[in-house]
């Protein structure tokens, strides 16, 4: 492993460790944030996301204008196709029955809660099976393309990005400006350390920056979950592995900005250039959340969780896999890297997004409210 | 006054605040009549916040104080 590679794997991991933390401290939950407008008829955690992506939209644009961005749009996304969609409907049913998206698993998990442990158990199955289908929904994707080559709105129009990028940035701004003007952004919330939802927003969205200046690309987490069920199915079939295309290929290819060479990577279970980009942030917010909960005082692993609440994460696991394999992307990478370049393949992701969350509260409410662990004295 | 506790501690949302807004609906017209008093406890943080905000919005109080690892929300008439 070369300096380079030390550097930002060493980057990555402190960045991946201040997301978890942040998350962690404020309970910043994506998955929350859609389900509640549903379930609950609640803003209050959609509005942070609303200031992420268009902060993050406005420094990706500034640093685009900066000549610091190596490649625009950012590497590894695609032009468009209808099945973007599906994946976002399914990527969203997924995260709200697991109780947590990708990344929200990963810091509910570090702060030692077991269903969200059981969600990641899940999405490594979810993972293997999505191998299984890899070919067919290849061609669903072939079939379904949009006839443009274009990955963003504005390649689309042909116009500059920064007019259309800087005007989503400046509605998205004015939005959070109004609703701090009407007092929308003071929260409730009693528990310790809490730091208010805005301020993590910002947080994350300078941090989504430093990931991008510091390895060419967003913050992306779910093809390691692929490598993890790739990994343990090259011990119990390695035979059978061998036969998966997804797990063989290497499709994806990425030069880091530090040291200028050209790696290879894909699902499999070898280390190359997604587990570069990827291992150490999802260790980092594992153990930035685990951090925060024992500063706090806070670590304890309940053992004892309701069945239907453990069988609904491990479900929604599974779900949100192969959502994620689907889009392609997960939330995080979508976001927090392509909404905020109006990339088409994030905008229809979104855009699915919400009618599987819809879906997931509607399944929430029959399945877990009558389950209840009271106790009269 | 009745008491009556939940334990929903290693649960997450939106299964707290779904579980504790089930049977403050039910246990409503006690709850306002300051005839019970709820006690949750609870290790999930957002529910801190959502919990007693919901509650507040029915024209229940709630309280929160910190426990040993874990948070303590006792619902009860306004004004108690």
């Known amino acids: ?377 | 006054m009745k008491s009556m506790k939940m334990d929903i501690r290693g649960q997450i949302c939106p299964s707290s605040l779904l579980l504790v807004l089930r049977e403050v609906n039910r246990l409503h017209r006690e709850l306002k009549a300051g005839q019970l008093c709820m006690t949750i406890l609870t290790d999930n943080r957002a529910a801190t916040g959502t919990i007693p905000e919901a509650v507040s919005n029915m024209g229940i109080n709630a309280n929160v104080a910190k426990l040993d690892g874990y948070y303590r929300i006792t619902i009860h008439k306004q004004g108690d």
């Open chain 1, 1 to 377: 492993m070369g300096f380079s590679v030390w550097v930002v794997m060493s980057g990555l991991m402190m960045i991946g460790m201040a997301v978890g933390f942040l998350m962690h401290r404020s309970d910043f939950c994506m998955a929350g944030a859609f389900r509640d407008v549903f379930l609950f008829r609640s803003y209050r955690l959609i509005r942070p996301l609303v200031l992420l992506a268009s902060l993050s939209a406005l420094l990706f644009e500034l640093c685009r204008i900066a000549d610091l961005l190596p490649v625009y749009p950012f590497p590894w996304f695609a032009p468009p196709a209808g099945v973007n969609i599906v994946g976002g409907v399914v990527f969203g049913l997924g995260m709200v029955m697991a109780g947590g998206c990708v990344v929200g698993v990963l810091y509910k998990m570090g702060a030692g809660n077991l269903l969200s442990l059981i969600a990641f158990t899940g999405l490594l199955v979810g993972s293997a099976l999505y191998a299984e289908i890899h070919s067919w929904w290849l061609s669903l994707l072939r079939l379904t393309a949009f006839p443009t080559s274009a990955v963003t709105v504005p390649q689309l129009f042909g116009g500059s990005s920064t007019v259309l990028v800087l005007t989503g940035a400046a509605v998205g701004g004015l939005c959070c400006w109004r609703w701090r003007r009407d007092g929308l952004w003071v929260d409730r919330n009693a528990a310790e350390g809490f730091i208010p939802l805005w301020i993590t927003a910002t947080g994350l969205a300078v941090l989504g920056v430093l990931t991008v200046l510091l390895c060419g690309i967003p913050m992306g987490v779910t093809t390691s979950y692929a490598k993890g069920a790739a990994l343990l199915e090259s011990w119990l079939a390695p035979g059978h592995l061998a036969t998966l295309p997804y797990f063989t290929a290497t499709p994806v290819q990425h030069t880091l900005p530090l040291d200028g060479i050209l790696r290879s990577g894909g699902a499999g279970p070898n280390f190359d250039v997604v587990a570069i980009l990827q291992l150490p942030l999802i260790l980092g917010i594992i153990g930035g959340s685990w951090l925060s909960a024992q500063l706090l005082d806070e670590f304890r692993v309940v053992w004892k969780v309701p069945f239907n609440q453990g069988s609904m994460a491990f479900a929604g696991g599974i779900i949100m896999a192969l959502g994620s394999r689907m889009s392609p992307g997960c939330n995080v990478w979508h976001l927090w890297g392509g909404v905020p370049q109006l990339t088409m393949q994030s905008l229809l992701f979104v855009g699915g997004l919400l009618p599987g969350a819809w879906l997931g509260g509607k399944i929430l409410q029959r399945v877990l409210a009558p389950a209840t662990s009271s106790q009269r004295s």
